[in-house]
């Protein structure tokens, strides 16, 4: 066999095989992933009752506002989300009882699953899947990733042809299962970020 022949033959068999050995370690990589991916889903999917509290920064454009909020899960359709400003004042307060959602400003209460009071679809969509997406579920989307270890990365979240992104850049380690303590949401040009100071599991 011509010498230059048998060495393309030998290169070409050495690549094959290092390509092979890639394919492997990639599904070697994802079988990892989603096999940490489902005992951290499997963890996660059993918290029924938590408290939340932290910094909420809100953007749209050159608009910036911080806030503080609270969040009291009794249950996944049971919850209310408390927004106040940095002197304590409560600014609004969104309620979610049996899934159906209602908005507490001051005194008056207001049914948002009421076609008469419509507010922005981002925020109804926020607070449908807030319960899932604050803990690392991706509630009733479809399209998401997952990182190296196995916890959710990004969510892609699209409604009425509209895309909503949600990023978990951080994770809480000192609790189990480990929890986001940095989450962003993005739609358009709005952005929310909530960073979590506090988790109380019971």
Do not use: A
Not at 137 to 157: A, M, Q, T, V, W
């Amino acid at each position: 066999m011509n010498y230059l022949v048998y060495n393309l033959i030998n290169i070409n068999s050495t690549l094959i095989q290092c390509n092979l050995n890639e394919i492997n370690n990639i599904d070697i990589n994802n079988n990892f992933k989603i096999n940490k991916w489902n005992i951290h889903k499997k963890m996660i999917s059993e918290i029924q009752q938590f408290k939340i509290n932290g910094i909420l920064t809100y953007k749209n454009g050159i608009k910036k506002i911080f806030l503080k909020f609270y969040l009291d899960n009794i249950k996944s359709e049971n919850y209310s989300f408390i927004i106040y400003n940095f002197f304590g004042k409560k600014i609004f307060e969104f309620i979610s009882n049996n899934n159906k959602l209602f908005l507490k400003n001051g005194k008056e209460i207001i049914n948002l699953d009421n076609n008469k009071y419509l507010i922005e679809e981002n925020y109804k969509i926020l607070i449908k899947n807030l319960s899932s997406w604050i803990i690392g579920l991706p509630g009733d989307s479809k399209e998401f990733r997952i990182n190296k270890i196995g916890r959710l990365k990004e969510i892609k979240h699209t409604y009425n042809s509209k895309k909503y992104i949600v990023k978990y850049h951080k994770y809480h380690n000192s609790t189990n299962p480990p929890l986001p303590i940095n989450i962003e949401f993005n739609q358009g040009n709005d952005f929310i970020n909530l960073r979590i100071k506090n988790w109380i599991l019971s």
